[in-house]
């Protein structure tokens, strides 16, 4: 497939993977007050599940991320965004888990997203698509879980906007998780990251292709302004380190600068290929759509302005992860979580990993983070008898 489609029921008539048709008897109500229905989510899943099943392990994905976790994307044909974590013999491993990703509400890989027709007026939804949440991203999960006849998940397991997704999971729903792995997280955006976001955003719109929204429509897309946005935000992900490791202020199939304006150094054609690779797999609108829903996530809002009420009398196990170089989600927000569910006495690990990868560590090799993830997952396992 060359390129994204111009809109979900497109994507879905290529990608393999489950889709759950939903909302038609009941739709879903939405944070912003809004219903939701019909509407279709998209999932993915890996390995097998137990007779008792009880080895379902959901993998929540970040902003940028989908379904895809391991094995050839079928847009890209690159690898999954985990492979390194997901496969026979790996943390996630396949053999022993039914691991289960599903591309999140308002996305643009299968799930109904701003890209998608709205039946009430046969148009792609564009800015009519209702404003959504990290709790409605949940509550749409959840309803893939429940179709699936898991009553209990193994574990929850994402970093980033992935990490918010399992907070809030561990919070809404914690009956129905025995263990969480939340990865380079916050349990609230900060200001920051509400920055960097607007600054995405202000592209995309900036963009005259845009069109207010509505670009699917006039035959167009805003591909310059998305393509900018990946670009600032592709910084937030990486460290400074990483950056002087890889480009340093190397050249670009040149010997000398140019005295203009076009890629002399490898650091700015690294991030105009980030950008103009992105627009290939991704929508503008949504975008939009997501990062908000990032800016809106605040925990402790939901549950009296206490994050430890979210958490109290919780049984589930839960294991943190932050890594040193991360300046977009960093450790003391980590280690804020951990204190919540220290006061009420939950079971809860923590390891700050030394890395000098920022962000995107998590999505790389990082040995002591995959040793980290296997052991906690063993241990959690061994504790319900998983392999018996």
């Not at 799930?111 to 039946?119: A, F, K, N």
């Not at 916050?186 to 005259?208: L, T």
């Not at 979210?310 to 951990?338: G, M, Q, Y």
């Amino acid at each position: 497939m060359a390129g994204l489609p111009r809109n979900s029921a497109e994507v879905r008539a290529h990608l393999p993977g489950g889709r759950l048709a939903v909302g038609e008897d009941r739709p879903m109500r939405l944070d912003c007050g809004l219903e939701l229905a019909p509407f279709a989510i998209a999932y993915q899943t890996y390995g097998r599940l137990n007779r008792e099943r009880s080895n379902a392990i959901l993998v929540c994905h970040a902003l940028t991320g989908d379904q895809y976790l391991a094995g050839a994307h079928p847009v890209t044909g690159k690898p999954g965004w985990w492979e390194a974590v997901v496969g026979p013999g790996l943390p996630l491993d396949t053999n022993r888990y039914f691991v289960l990703c599903v591309n999140v509400l308002g996305g643009c890989m299968g799930t109904t997203g701003p890209s998608d027709i709205d039946p009430a007026t046969g148009r792609p939804y564009g800015l009519a698509f209702p404003v959504i949440t990290v709790a409605d991203m949940v509550r749409a999960q959840k309803l893939v879980i429940d179709h699936l006849g898991i009553e209990r998940l193994f574990c929850v397991i994402g970093g980033s906007m992935g990490g918010m997704q399992v907070l809030q999971w561990a919070a809404s729903h914690p009956s129905q998780v025995f263990a969480a792995v939340p990865i380079a997280c916050a349990a609230r955006h900060s200001a920051q990251n509400i920055a960097f976001h607007e600054v995405g955003r202000q592209a995309i719109m900036a963009d005259p292709d845009w069109c207010g929204g509505d670009y699917a429509v006039q035959g167009k897309n805003p591909s310059r302004g998305l393509s900018v946005a990946r670009m600032a935000a592709h910084i937030t992900y990486l460290s400074e380190a990483a950056l002087h490791r890889k480009f340093g202020r190397n050249l670009q199939n040149r010997a000398r600068v140019t005295y203009g304006f076009d890629a002399d150094f490898q650091v700015e054609s690294y991030l105009r290929h980030q950008g103009s690779t992105f627009v290939d797999r991704f929508d503008a609108n949504s975008y939009l759509y997501i990062t908000r829903a990032m800016d809106y996530f605040d925990l402790a809002a939901e549950f009296g302005g206490q994050l430890v009420n979210a958490f109290r009398n919780t049984p589930v196990r839960f294991c943190l992860t932050s890594f040193t170089s991360d300046w977009l989600f960093p450790t003391h927000e980590s280690k804020a979580i951990v204190q919540a569910l220290n006061a009420v006495a939950a079971n809860v690990s923590f390891v700050e990993i030394e890395s000098d990868k920022g962000h995107d560590a998590f999505l790389l090799d990082e040995p002591e983070f995959h040793r980290t993830l296997s052991g906690f997952l063993q241990g959690s396992a061994e504790l319900i008898g998983l392999d018996r």
